[in-house]
């Protein structure tokens, strides 16, 4: 049982290429979500999606877009980087939508020159 | 709007001392309530969480946390810290309301134990 999984765990990119950030769970969760962590500002919510073929925004969906066609993989797209998406992304899975404990994966360290 | 609010960005204490880390929150809906740690390089784990019932709360590694609705405030509590809890701690609030889905993250407090 891996729980969350998330690559890569470091990456650079120059501002306007796009790349993927892949997460996948093996709990059988249905809610998934995907937070950015900057200094002083704690997690914020990018996107989440109650199952699979449902997303919807959070509180700084800008710049991102999300899929889930399967219950256990939720890649995060970055359209084209900026440097202000220079940050640590984190995936994270919970069994419900609403009080339940999430999950969390190690992260992904991502700099846009 | 809710928000939490984690009163101290960073404490320092010396090992075997008693820790308090204060969250406020505030919400026009019923909550449920989280504490999250993150070590060094990590995700974040769950150290306790309060959905209902008795608002004394007691998590992993001996940390307890009590649920206080008037004052809407869930503070940390650990009676003797170690050198291993030097971690960054996060409250959290889940909620359903007209707007969807939410969980709110506090911006975090950093707690550093010396020897």
């Known amino acids: 049982n891996a729980g969350v999984t998330q690559t890569p765990k470091f990456q650079v990119l120059k501002t306007g290429q796009s790349m993927t950030l892949q997460c996948a769970q093996d709990m059988n969760h249905e809610y998934m979500s995907w937070y950015r962590q900057d200094p002083g500002m704690g997690l914020r919510l990018i996107h989440y999606?109650?199952?699979?073929?449902?997303?919807d925004q959070g509180e700084v969906p800008n710049g991102y877009n999300v899929s889930r066609s399967t219950t256990e993989d939720f890649p995060l797209r970055l359209l084209s980087a900026a440097p202000s998406q220079t940050s640590v992304y984190f995936c994270?899975?919970?069994?419900?939508?609403?009080?339940?404990?999430?999950?969390f994966g190690p992260g992904t360290r991502l700099t846009v020159l | 709007a809710q928000s939490v609010t984690q009163l101290d960005s960073q404490v320092p204490v010396f090992e075997e001392a008693p820790v308090e880390l204060r969250c406020n929150y505030s919400s026009s809906v019923s909550v449920y309530l989280f504490w999250y740690v993150q070590y060094p390089n990590q995700g974040l784990q769950l150290l306790l969480k309060y959905l209902s019932g008795s608002t004394l709360v007691k998590g992993i590694n001996g940390f307890e946390a009590e649920f206080n609705k008037s004052q809407t405030s869930f503070h940390l509590r650990k009676p003797s810290v170690h050198i291993s809890d030097t971690a960054e701690y996060f409250c959290?609030?889940?909620?359903?309301?007209?707007?969807?889905?939410?969980?709110?993250f506090g911006a975090g407090t950093r707690l550093f134990v010396k020897a």
């Open positions: 994270a899975s919970s069994d419900r939508v609403v009080g339940d404990t999430q999950y």
């Open positions: 959290a609030v889940s909620l359903q309301n007209t707007g969807g889905f939410k969980t709110i």
């Open positions: 999606s109650v199952g699979a073929g449902i997303t």
